[in-house]
Nanobody, 125 residues
């Protein structure tokens, strides 16, 4: 059974930083990109970032480009999201996600087969 477990959320002031981690188990994502999505109250779940497992290529939503950095540790089966210069509009539940198909990056939830339970990030102004 696939498990994706997020950690590292919390409350931070605007301009601050947080680091989220996603530990995955239960299957090999050797050719799959691990994604981060987020969902704010009353809004659709939106793509944040993704990293290809083999090549380490990274992809970002325009709203976080230059502030967030996604990385992975293959030996530990973890993916991290370093979030700097946080803004109140970054407040959301952040989800780690794995697609069903390899070699693809999905910027909508349609291609996502596996979700973590989510971790709350709150940025105060």
């Amino acid at each position: 059974q696939v498990q994706l477990v997020e950690s590292g959320g919390g409350l931070v002031q605007a301009g601050g930083s947080l680091r989220l981690s996603c530990a995955h188990s239960g299957r090999t994502f050797s050719n799959h990109a691990i994604h981060w999505f987020r969902q704010a109250p009353g809004k659709e779940r939106e793509f944040v970032a993704a990293i290809s497992w083999a090549a380490g290529r990274t992809y970002y939503a325009d709203s976080v480009k230059g502030r967030f950095t996604i990385s992975r540790d293959n030996a530990k089966n973890t993916v991290s999201l370093q979030m700097n210069s946080l803004k109140p509009e970054d407040t959301a539940v952040y989800y780690c996600a794995g697609p069903a198909l390899p070699f693809r990056v999905f910027t909508t939830r349609d291609g996502i087969a596996y979700w973590g339970q989510g971790t709350q990030v709150t940025v105060s102004s």
